[in-house]
């Protein structure tokens, strides 16, 4: 129960080569990506209308100091999750909420609310397996279930229409999608929001994760 909690409130592959030749063939570098985190997380124009952006969206850290205003406590608790990627390789991150209500705006991603909401996260890595490895690990305290693993709403793999390292959770008053792609992680939160909003949000961010 503890673990669902966690889950609605706020990866590891490994990939074998097998050759007939005994000759070394070095692992390409990831290449060069052509969107950075702010330009991959949701825009207004992304957005359902009767939703507002909030201030502090754009790169994390300028998120993080917003967010220390009205919580400090909840400021510090992002901050160390956020530390967490950046120890796992994160170069850079980026996010963008969006409320129907300004009082929204300062609350914890995943948190149980009537109010309208989404939320993006977006991190850039230095390569894919430092991207995969944080996913597996968890984003902002989502982490997602172990293979073969069954929790009502949940859904892990090729099945979320987000590739092998993605996992979902849909329910009415929240869904949730976190996915690795190239060298980026993304999150999605989104609240009170119908199937519809859920899908655009997670297919405009995927197509910009290049």
Same mark, same amino acid.
């Given at each position: 129960?503890?673990?669902?909690?966690?889950?609605?409130?706020?990866?590891?592959?490994?990939?074998?080569?097998?050759? /007939?030749?005994?000759?070394?063939?070095?692992?390409?570098?990831?290449? /060069?990506?052509?969107?950075?985190?702010?330009?991959?997380?949701?825009?207004?124009?992304?957005? #359902?209308?009767?939703?507002?952006?909030?201030?502090?969206?754009?790169?994390?850290?300028?998120?993080?100091?917003?967010?220390?205003?009205?919580?400090?406590?909840?400021?510090?608790?992002?901050?160390?999750?956020?530390?967490?990627?950046?120890?796992?390789?994160?170069?850079?991150?980026?996010?963008?909420?969006?409320?129907?209500?300004?009082?929204?705006?300062?609350?914890?991603?995943?948190?149980?609310?009537?109010?309208?909401?989404?939320?993006?996260?977006?991190?850039?890595?230095?390569?894919?397996?430092?991207?995969?490895?944080?996913?597996?690990?968890?984003?902002?305290?989502?982490?997602?279930?172990?293979?073969?693993?069954?929790? #009502?709403?949940?859904?892990?793999?090729?099945?979320?229409?987000?590739?092998?390292?993605?996992?979902?959770?849909?329910?009415?008053?929240?869904?949730?999608?976190?996915?690795?792609?190239?060298?980026?992680?993304?999150?999605?939160?989104?609240?009170?929001?119908?199937?519809?909003?859920?899908?655009?949000?997670?297919?405009?961010?995927?197509?910009?994760?290049?």
């Amino acid at each position: 129960m503890h673990r669902l909690i966690a889950i609605i409130a706020l990866s590891a592959l490994a990939a074998c080569q097998s050759g /007939t030749h005994p000759v070394f063939s070095p692992i390409p570098p990831s290449p /060069t990506p052509s969107n950075s985190p702010t330009s991959a997380i949701l825009q207004p124009a992304d957005i #359902p209308s009767g939703l507002k952006v909030c201030l502090g969206s754009g790169p994390i850290d300028v998120y993080i100091v917003s967010l220390a205003h009205a919580d400090p406590g909840l400021a510090a608790k992002v901050g160390s999750q956020w530390q967490q990627l950046v120890d796992g390789g994160a170069t850079g991150g980026a996010i963008s909420l969006f409320t129907a209500t300004p009082a929204a705006c300062g609350a914890e991603l995943g948190a149980a609310s009537n109010v309208k909401s989404v939320t993006a996260f977006v991190a850039i890595f230095a390569d894919s397996a430092q991207a995969d490895r944080a996913w597996g690990s968890g984003v902002f305290g989502f982490v997602p279930p172990a293979p073969g693993e069954i929790l #009502p709403g949940a859904v892990r793999g090729t099945d979320t229409g987000l590739g092998l390292s993605s996992w979902t959770y849909d329910r009415s008053n929240i869904r949730l999608a976190s996915w690795h792609k190239s060298v980026f992680v993304a999150l999605v939160v989104v609240g009170n929001l119908d199937a519809a909003a859920f899908k655009a949000a997670t297919a405009a961010i995927d197509a910009r994760l290049n």
